[in-house]
T-cell receptor
């Protein structure tokens, strides 16, 4: 079975706080790809990052960082020094290499509210 | 701007009607995907086309159909609309290759009254 779980439905923080969004996935494939997308209030889905299953190196991009741990099937996303503009719904997604459709399986999303 | 365009942005129609949603992929992308985002089902894959041919189907109702044209734009046709079809419909495109990320269009918000 393939599944993505984002247990945190909604998180509220005060600006400048650090926040971590959790993502746990299930897959039988040994090769797969993980993604994070941001959906701001305007509604579009913005690609943030792709991670291959064979590359467990953590990644940092400005205030964003991602922690990929195969041992716990997790791909968590941390925003450092959060800003009001970070308020959005964040989706974690999985694609299995063995799936010829290349479709993305999304988690249910975590709504992040950053208060000034 | 992802480079994927979708029209119309909003669509309001009545039950039983038929609508067509249009998507133009990023330049050079051969794959087009359609997703539905609803409050109860979340983001769900509907169907994928690759270079004009259907590649895979997901949770797409029989009342829904899609196609990809020679110029690679795609249309999603929704017929016999029901209240439950109200949702945000996204189109995404990607270049070939399993690892490549999908870039999403701005979506079409469909409201069925």
């Amino acid at each position: 079975a393939q599944k993505v779980t984002q247990a945190q439905t909604e998180i509220s923080v005060v600006e400048k706080e650090d926040v971590t969004l959790d993502c746990v996935y299930e897959t039988r494939d040994t090769t797969y790809y993980l993604f994070w997308y941001k959906q701001p209030p305007s509604g579009e889905l913005v690609f943030l990052i792709r991670r291959n299953s064979f590359d467990e190196q953590n990644e940092i991009s400005g205030r964003y960082s991602w922690n990929f741990q195969k041992s716990t099937s997790s791909f968590n996303f941390t925003i450092t020094a959060s800003q009001v503009v970070d308020s959005a719904v964040y989706f974690c997604a999985l694609r299995q290499r063995g799936d010829s459709s290349y479709k993305l399986i999304f988690g249910s999303g975590t709504r992040l509210l950053v208060r000034p | 701007d992802s480079g994927v365009t979708q029209t119309p942005k909003h669509l309001i129609t009545a039950t039983g009607q038929r609508v067509t949603l249009r998507c133009s992929p990023r330049s050079g992308d051969l794959s087009v995907y359609w997703y539905q985002q609803s409050l109860d089902q979340g983001l769900q894959f509907l169907i994928q086309y690759y270079n004009g041919e259907e590649r895979a189907k997901g949770n797409i109702l029989e009342r829904f159909s899609a196609q990809q044209f020679p110029d690679l734009h795609s249309e999603l046709n929704l017929s016999s609309l029901e209240l439950g079809d109200s949702a945000l419909y996204f189109c995404a495109s990607s270049s070939s290759g399993t690892s490549n990320e999908q870039f999403f269009g701005p979506g079409t918000r469909l409201t069925v009254l």
